[in-house]
């Protein structure tokens, strides 16, 4: 068992705000968050049947106020032995979680947004009532606190059972059946006073949603050692996949009061709906492994999926992949070798498949468009019946290495991935009634380095080892539909070729007029150089960076000296762009009414004054205009995740009292970040602006906790 007291990790000092009266900042945490976890397990049986039970209990109080989670959860697995040549198994597992949720971060009703209200508004009138607009700004977030309620309830049950029945030496058949089975209920309610329920006197809605997979397979393994130099192993079987989710909502107003939260109690139901989805996937697949004399290693694979997201002509794709590796450090060259204790080279090709789009993106679809109260159908999808599976076609080559009897041992990895045939959403005439279609276009290409090298420094009573990781990744849109150069949906994240996907193509800020206090933009045109305007639509828009790191990597340091041990895990990223959205409200010299950073105190003043942040004027007018390089900052950042500090008590001690073992600890994670970034975490990003292509966009997110645990891990 143990417990967790968590704290919020705190903001970086120059991106503190004003704070002149009435700190909001602090209102929108929770005071000394608690979280607290529980768990037991049991393992038993004999010869022909064993059994493996545990459950686990795991509560958390949110940083932010409002925001609070529990999860329950068990399972059991259950083997049999029914005789020599057939035995089964069951494993299952029930989980219910409780979730109380706060808004996104897009919404004035979450508490992060408490940052934008002014620090010179009163958080309560003189009758104690929480204050509103138009004496706040913006809506008070903590009127939801006491007048809004979202629960969230889930159960998921994942069972898979299995037989195994030996038909002939090395030879097995195998029967698999999985079920994945997920429910949700959501209901929430806001009071008249909220922002969600003013103006229909309270506002509640009820979601019940159900998603079920069934998943059987079938297949054949054949295991044989031919002689004393070779080994065969075959696999050959299909598997079947279907997913069906049912959702049902609920929506109604107009409530005889704020004490009355259900549906029942509503006197004018505006919505009322239901929808099905449905899925299916159908496999065949097949692999071959061989190797001779422990030496040469040699593998192959090949599947068929049919995907019923796709449309008629092309519902099937063929992915194979072969590999080989060659253990050098087996040969006679090298073998009793006292500096190279393990050598082996490596390499493979494989293509993959991926469908993740959503259902019937290959139809043409038609919403109901009721008129009248009469029923009528809208065309709302243009079909495409080519659509088809998106491939990724990799390249690996590595070297697996030991030194010094492997005190010493790593791994060196170069990759080559191109994706083509891309699942993008793109623009088509106007003139078919529609604007987009989902098609198969372009292709990117991904490739890099990796590298980890572990090593056992101390090996004597005092130890100390070393685990260090660090990769590079260079992502580049090749080619996209027709000649097309640039996908630009409005957002600071773009795809253009030559760049990696969400690239930042934003205008170039280029700092104040000492003279006037404008705010000036590079050209960027074509033979203006780096001449610069006050004229933001006439900075051409560029590439400035991507939310991609260049690199990113980690190390772990692990000590131990009879029975105490000590784990320092850091971990960061360097080279990223991070884009700082929620600026253009908060760090904007005073443009509208929103409080804001304290940096913005240096803005110019008078002629002559030379800083980055330009005159103060009412209305977005002056250097806060969206997508510019203002609000771009370097994300690279160096962080220590985890401090690990253990006492493992002598068996002398603890077999006294009848256990096994007993190992007391304390952690703490995210204690330390060094980073330039400019906002409140490095490793954030938008929960409301974030898909396939927007990504690394900061909007009054949330920053991660600082976490203590202390914890007893005892075994019976």
Not at 160 to 171: H, P, Q, S, T
Not at 480 to 501: F, M, R, S, Y
Not at 519 to 529: D, F, I, T
């Amino acid at each position: 068992m143990e417990g967790r007291f968590n704290r919020y990790s705190g903001f970086v000092d120059d991106y503190k705000t004003l704070n002149t009266n009435t700190n909001w900042q602090d209102l929108a945490f929770a005071d000394n968050p608690i979280s607290q976890q529980a768990s037991l397990s049991a393992t038993g049986g004999n010869e022909k049947t064993k059994y493996y039970a545990a459950a686990a209990w795991n509560s958390q109080e949110g940083i932010l106020k409002g925001n609070n989670f529990e999860r329950m959860s068990a399972r059991i697995n259950l083997d049999q032995q029914a005789s020599k040549r057939v035995n089964f198994g069951i494993n299952m597992s029930l989980a219910r979680t409780f979730t109380d949720q706060v808004s996104n971060d897009n919404a004035f009703s979450t508490p992060m947004q408490l940052v934008a209200l002014s620090p010179l508004t009163p958080v309560k009138d003189e009758n104690g009532d929480l204050n509103n607009t138009p004496i706040t700004t913006y809506y008070n977030g903590l009127i939801d606190m006491e007048d809004a309620n979202r629960d969230i309830t889930t159960f998921r049950s994942l069972s898979n059972g299995y037989v195994r029945i030996k038909l002939a030496e090395g030879l097995m058949l195998n029967g698999e059946l999985g079920t994945d089975v997920w429910t949700m209920r959501d209901n929430a309610f806001y009071g008249s006073k909220t922002d969600g329920g003013a103006g229909t006197n309270g506002l509640a809605t009820s979601v019940y949603a159900q998603t079920v997979n069934l998943t059987p397979k079938a297949y054949l393994n054949y295991n044989k050692a031919l002689g004393e130099m070779h080994n065969l192993g075959l696999t050959a079987g299909t598997e079947y996949q279907n997913s069906r989710t049912d959702r049902t909502r609920v929506e109604g107003g107009q409530f005889p009061g704020d004490d009355l939260k259900t549906l029942a109690s509503s006197a004018n139901i505006t919505v009322g709906t239901s929808s099905i989805s449905e899925y299916n996937f159908f496999s065949y697949f097949g692999r071959a492994n061989y190797d001779f004399d422990r030496k040469y290693l040699f593998s192959a694979s090949a599947r068929v999926d049919g995907s019923s997201r796709f449309g008629k002509n092309n519902r099937y794709g063929f992915f194979p992949s072969v590999s080989a590796g060659w253990v050098l450090s087996e040969e006679d060259f090298l073998q009793g070798n006292n500096t190279l204790s393990f050598l082996k080279l490596r390499g493979s090709y494989g293509v993959t498949g991926n469908a993740a789009i959503g259902d019937f993106r290959h139809l043409g679809l038609f919403d109901p468009a009721p008129y009248a109260v009469q029923p009528g159908l809208n065309p709302s999808q243009i079909a495409n019946p080519d659509l088809s599976w998106e491939k990724t076609a990799q390249i690996d080559i590595g070297i697996d290495f030991g030194l010094f009897n492997n005190r010493l041992n790593g791994e060196i990895d170069y990759y080559i991935k191109n994706t083509s045939d891309l699942l993008l959403d793109l623009p088509v005439p106007s003139t078919t009634g529609f604007t987009v279609q989902a098609q198969n276009a372009g292709e990117v290409e991904n490739k890099g380095w990796e590298f980890v090298l572990n090593s056992n420094n101390l090996v004597g009573e005092f130890k100390w080892n070393t685990s260090f990781n660090i990769a590079f990744n260079k992502n580049k849109v090749v080619s996209l539909a027709d000649g097309q150069e640039l996908i630009d949906n409005g957002n600071a994240n773009v795809v253009k070729v030559g760049h990696p996907i969400g690239s930042f193509y934003i205008a170039e800020y280029a700092g104040v007029d000492p003279a006037n206090g404008d705010a000036l933009w590079y050209k960027n045109s074509e033979g203006a150089g780096r001449e610069t305007t006050n004229d933001y639509g006439a900075a051409e828009f560029v590439v400035l960076g991507s939310p991609q790191p260049d690199f990113y990597g980690g190390i772990t340091n692990s000590f131990s000296w009879k029975g105490l041990s000590l784990d320092i895990v850091f971990q960061g990223v360097y080279g990223n762009k991070i884009y700082r959205d929620g600026d253009r409200f908060m760090s904007c010299q005073a443009c509208w009414f929103d409080n804001q950073t304290k940096d913005q105190l240096d803005h110019w003043n008078q002629p002559g004054d030379v800083t980055d942040v330009p005159e103060p004027r009412l209305y977005w007018a002056n250097g806060e205009q969206g997508r510019n390089s203002r609000y771009l900052s370097d994300g690279s950042y160096l962080r220590l995740r985890t401090l690990t500090l253990g006492y493992e008590l002598p068996k002398s001690f603890i077999e006294r009292v009848n256990l096994s073992h007993l190992r007391v600890y304390l952690i703490g994670q995210n204690l330390l970040t060094f980073t330039k970034y400019e906002g409140w975490d490095p490793e954030v990003s938008s929960d409301a602006f974030t898909d396939n292509i927007v990504s690394g966009v900061d909007f009054y997110s949330a920053p991660q906790p600082k976490v203590f645990a202390f914890g007893l891990n005892v075994g019976f």
